[in-house]
């Protein structure tokens, strides 16, 4: 007997059940069920038919090791300042045993042509701060390359985590990238990889957006060069996903940022405790309801501005032992082979 697949229409008396949806294990139709846990590995596309035919109320552990929930770190390297103030980051997930996916972007660090804009942010000693004498980069300093300062990277292999490309040229990236053509697309990605392969000896298969900036064009152009991955969106409380261009699913998988960072809720106008209680509240309720989670760090933010808070998130919400801290593409990986 062929089992009916996921979408198969069940009969009114089971409506109830249908709408408990396997990849939100949160829902109402879940919390007070008499249910069981099962860990959803290769096969479970297999077990998804077999449960969604028997119309069973299930319970899935979704992710490896019996883990309760996904927490995901992205550190993105966009200036010569993110690459000299790494090492305080790679102590602290050394400490905590977190893996993490560094985001480097490739061409000239310009930073200092936003100077204008930095001086009229309400929080622009913070910001100065960040960027120290970076902000000079392509005003009274010479524009360099990034990814010749990302002096790391090896240790950063050797620790186990990940090195994905975070583009070309970031500051025009964000500015001109969404009204590229196929072409420009096409030629801005493959300068980025040119740059990433020479210093680094290998071709990255995770990819993320500077200022989360993707068109359709930048996205086709990720397609045709191969990449696993990227994270190109934020969405807050999201999951993984893949992405569409005029209907049609793209081999990637998209993992989005899921929460605002410290310094983001700053400039909104959090004082600084309330905005780590803002994301230690996100954070928790993500591993309450077992779910993934997605934050992102720059550098130079951490090592300069606020040294403390990342320890603090990581010893009050990470410490239990029950969370998976994998890299994107680890995560990428897990998730796309469970997907019905």
């Given at each position: 007997?062929?089992?009916?697949?996921?979408?198969?229409?069940?009969?009114?008396?089971?409506?109830?059940?249908?709408?408990?949806?396997?990849?939100?294990?949160?829902?109402?139709?879940?919390?007070?069920?008499?249910?069981?846990?099962?860990?959803?590995?290769?096969?479970?596309?297999?077990?998804?038919?077999?449960?969604?035919?028997?119309?069973?109320?299930?319970?899935?552990?979704?992710?490896?090791?019996?883990?309760?929930?996904?927490?995901?770190?992205?550190?993105?390297?966009?200036?010569?300042?993110?690459?000299?103030?790494?090492?305080?980051?790679?102590?602290?997930?050394?400490?905590?045993?977190?893996?993490?996916?560094?985001?480097?972007?490739?061409?000239?660090?310009?930073?200092?042509?936003?100077?204008?804009?930095?001086?009229?942010?309400?929080?622009?000693?913070?910001?100065?701060?960040?960027?120290?004498?970076g902000l000079l980069r392509g005003l009274l300093l010479p524009s360099a390359s990034?990814?010749?300062?990302?002096?790391?990277?090896?240790?950063?292999?050797?620790?186990?985590?990940?090195?994905?490309?975070?583009?070309?040229?970031?500051?025009?990236?964000?500015?001109?990238?969404?009204r590229w053509s196929m072409e420009d697309a096409e030629g801005n990605i493959g300068?980025?990889?040119?740059?990433?392969?020479?210093?680094?000896?290998?071709?990255?298969?995770?990819?993320?957006?500077?200022?989360?900036?993707?068109?359709?064009?930048?996205?086709?152009?990720?397609?045709?060069?191969?990449?696993?991955?990227?994270?190109?969106?934020?969405?807050?409380?999201?999951?993984?996903?893949?992405?569409?261009v005029d209907g049609k699913k793209l081999s990637f998988v998209e993992m989005p940022?899921?929460?605002?960072?410290?310094?983001?809720?700053?400039?909104?106008?959090?004082?600084?405790?309330?905005?780590?209680?803002?994301?230690?509240?996100?954070?928790?309720?993500?591993?309450?309801?077992?779910?993934?989670?997605?934050?992102?760090?720059?550098?130079?933010?951490?090592?300069?501005?606020?040294?403390?808070?990342?320890?603090?998130?990581?010893?009050?919400?990470?410490?239990?032992?029950?969370?998976?801290?994998?890299?994107?593409?680890?995560?990428?990986?897990?998730?796309?082979?469970?997907?019905?």
């Open positions: 007997m062929e089992l009916p697949r996921p979408e198969t229409k069940l009969s009114n008396a089971s409506k109830q059940d249908s709408n408990m949806r396997l990849r939100k294990p949160t829902e109402p139709a879940l919390e007070n069920a008499n249910s069981y846990w099962i860990s959803l590995y290769p096969n479970r596309r297999l077990v998804y038919q077999i449960l969604h035919a028997m119309k069973s109320k299930v319970r899935f552990m979704r992710w490896p090791h019996n883990c309760q929930a996904c927490f995901c770190l992205r550190v993105d390297i966009d200036t010569i300042r993110d690459a000299e103030a790494i090492q305080a980051v790679l102590n602290l997930l050394k400490d905590c045993d977190v893996k993490a996916t560094f985001f480097v972007a490739t061409g000239r660090d310009d930073s200092g042509r936003n100077m204008p804009k930095a001086l009229s942010r309400a929080d622009r000693g913070k910001y100065l701060r960040r960027y120290g004498l990034v990814e010749d300062a990302f002096l790391s990277w090896r240790e950063i292999l050797e620790m186990g985590h990940e090195i994905g490309l975070h583009g070309y040229w970031h500051r025009n990236w964000i500015r001109n990238a969404q300068k980025g990889l040119g740059l990433f392969v020479r210093s680094f000896g290998f071709k990255p298969v995770g990819f993320a957006a500077p200022g989360f900036v993707a068109s359709q064009n930048v996205l086709m152009a990720l397609q045709k060069n191969g990449f696993v991955y990227t994270s190109n969106s934020k969405l807050e409380n999201g999951e993984p996903l893949q992405p569409r940022v899921t929460c605002p960072t410290l310094e983001e809720l700053i400039f909104q106008g959090f004082s600084e405790e309330k905005a780590l209680e803002f994301i230690k509240k996100n954070l928790d309720h993500t591993i309450k309801t077992g779910g993934y989670f997605c934050y992102y760090v720059h550098p130079s933010f951490e090592a300069y501005v606020a040294p403390d808070y990342l320890e603090r998130l990581f010893s009050d919400q990470l410490s239990n032992g029950d969370i998976w801290t994998p890299t994107l593409r680890e995560a990428a990986e897990w998730w796309k082979r469970g997907t019905p």
